[in-house]
């Protein structure tokens, strides 16, 4: 059996191809389990930028700071961030910041087809056994196309604790109260 | 997508299941803004419950471990949410939130409920426990109270001999070695295989432990090793030797790692592997987890230069445990690189939420 490309896969799940190829595809996709597991791994990877909402901004002080940042380097964008009005600066803008860094970041992972198939084939490969990692969000437990994630409540920052024989624990007080999540590998 | 999120029924997509016979209640399961969106070929479900349980016994509850499972979602793993360091008396209310975030191809989806939420262990006030433990949950909340009640007594013992001041000092201390604490972010498989991670063998090396002693650890490490390679560690293996005179069924040693900057970060710990252990006064034991452990600090890998271990836990066979003094730490670099216990965390939480006269009443309330 002919397998889609990982560039081809990868326009597949963000809906990005026209009608004809998208039915030819799908019908590869939904008999082939390989297939159907970097599918997966590709929505997840859109899923969670996604779930990062972009607020409401005042776009044009953004730009000027970029702008800023690009044209002076280093030292100018520190002297902008001690500016009185950059000090101001509310906790959503560092947010819209992160995304733009993420988006910037994910151009060039699509544009650059050796790096993406060759990172690709790699998360492939460890997606073939249950894997448990910590991620910014909590504890991720992965096996083949699902997963399922352990949430820190309200997205709290937790400690974590990791034990070799396969557990791995992240607490959190929220309230006055001590929550411990756990997520373990059978 | 919201055109494409739809509200959840809890009574479908998630099972409660108390044992009859449970010294908790289920009072109330609010879902929050739980929602399932239907993204390309996968499903993700976001639920975002909170439990009301009531103590329904005659015992004060000092700790509760609910396990989560998945079946569909992590057929090769499970989870459990844990609170710890609490006091309900009876017929008091609790509320314990479970998030969970699901991810699985369309084609997969079955009938019935997703997530199924049952006791795992319920640990009272004399530290006797109810529940099946399959996640051997009675062991870690004995170990949570027990370090529960050495932090407590310490911070106690504080404040009657230097006074408030003395106190608030202490727990400045442990709020700011709270905010340095450094961690590494770690992903664990089994078999030699890692989550996305290329290693030449080139590399592979095997590496020693160094031991850190406790002067009246009942349990000793004798020798270990574990596969290195880049920031990979395979296979840890330690031997330890029981230096009591009573006979154990569970030894957890530390695991410190040190970078090629020289930082120091508590990386995880190596348990008994099994859970019939039974090493008898003077003999010698092997800890032996057969998984793969790579460590990296905000994205980017940690080179491991060096390990430390330290024994951690120790649990006896008659159920007793034993953890390290609080004067044993102060007195090793210990302090600096492990965790605060759950214990401390909350009552230094106490004191920045609501001040010093808030965590003496908490203190006076044990």
């Known amino acids: ?186 | 997508m919201p055109a494409q999120d739809r509200a959840l029924d809890p009574a479908n997509s998630v099972k409660v299941d108390l044992q009859p016979d449970s010294p908790l209640s289920l009072i109330s399961m609010s879902m929050g803004d739980s929602r399932a969106s239907a993204r390309g070929g996968a499903t993700v479900l976001d639920l975002h419950m909170s439990l009301t349980l009531r103590n329904a016994g005659l015992r004060r509850v000092r700790g509760v471990t609910l396990l989560i499972t998945t079946q569909e979602f992590a057929p090769g793993g499970k989870a459990s949410v844990a609170r710890p360091c609490i006091d309900v008396a009876p017929s008091q209310e609790f509320t314990l939130p479970v998030d969970v975030r699901l991810v699985r191809p369309v084609q997969q989806a079955g009938g019935g409920p997703l997530v199924r939420v049952q006791i795992d262990g319920v640990l009272f006030d004399d530290l006797s426990f109810f529940g099946p433990n399959k996640l051997n949950s009675q062991r870690a909340m004995t170990f949570w109270e027990t370090e529960a009640q050495r932090d407590r007594s310490y911070f106690k013992r504080v404040l009657q001999a230097k006074g408030e001041k003395a106190l608030q000092s202490e727990i400045l201390l442990s709020l700011t070695k709270q905010a340095e604490h450094g961690q590494l972010d770690v992903a664990l498989s089994r078999n030699g295989r890692s989550a996305g991670s290329v290693v030449s063998s080139a590399s592979q090396r095997v590496a020693q432990f160094a031991f850190l002693t406790m002067p009246d650890a009942p349990v000793q490490p004798v020798q270990g090793w574990a596969e290195i390679s880049g920031n990979e560690a395979r296979s840890p293996e330690i031997e330890v030797l029981n230096k009591s005179s009573k006979p154990v069924r569970y030894v957890e040693i530390g695991w410190m790692v040190k970078d090629k900057d020289g930082n120091d970060y508590l990386a995880g710990s190596v348990p008994a592997s099994s859970n019939a252990m039974a090493l008898p006064p003077g003999q010698k034991s092997k800890l032996l987890p057969d998984t793969t452990l790579k460590f990296s600090k905000t994205g980017r890998p940690v080179d491991i230069q060096g390990m430390t271990g330290f024994v951690s836990e120790v649990e006896f066979s008659d159920g007793k445990v034993w953890v390290p003094s609080r004067e044993q730490l102060k007195g090793s670099p210990l302090l600096r690189i492990m965790a605060p216990s759950p214990e401390e965390q909350r009552l230094a939480d106490i004191y920045a939420n609501k001040g010093l006269a808030a965590l003496i009443a908490e203190l006076n309330r044990f």
């Open chain 1, 1 to 186: 059996m002919k397998h889609p490309s990982e560039s081809e896969l990868a326009l597949f799940a963000g809906n990005e191809y026209g009608r004809i190829s998208r039915f030819l595809l799908n019908r590869h996709v939904r008999e082939c389990r390989e297939c159907t597991a970097a599918v997966a791994r590709f929505e997840m990877l859109r899923a969670e930028m996604a779930v990062a909402a972009i607020p409401d901004l005042d776009w044009s002080r953004l730009e000027s700071e970029m702008r800023a940042n690009i044209r002076l380097g280093i030292e100018a964008g520190e002297c902008v961030r001690l500016a009185p009005e950059v000090r101001s600066l509310n906790p959503r803008l560092a947010i819209a910041f992160g995304c733009l860094i993420v988006l910037a970041g994910t151009g060039v992972f699509m544009k650059n087809g050796s790096v993406r198939v060759e990172r690709l084939s790699s998360a492939s490969k460890a997606a073939a056994g249950p894997v448990l990692e910590s991620t910014g969000d909590g504890l991720e437990l992965r096996s083949g196309a699902s997963s399922m994630t352990l949430m820190n409540h309200h997205g709290a920052v937790a400690d974590q604790t990791v034990s070799a024989e396969g557990e791995i624990r992240a607490r959190y007080v929220e309230g006055g109260s001590v929550t411990i999540n756990s997520a373990y590998l059978e």
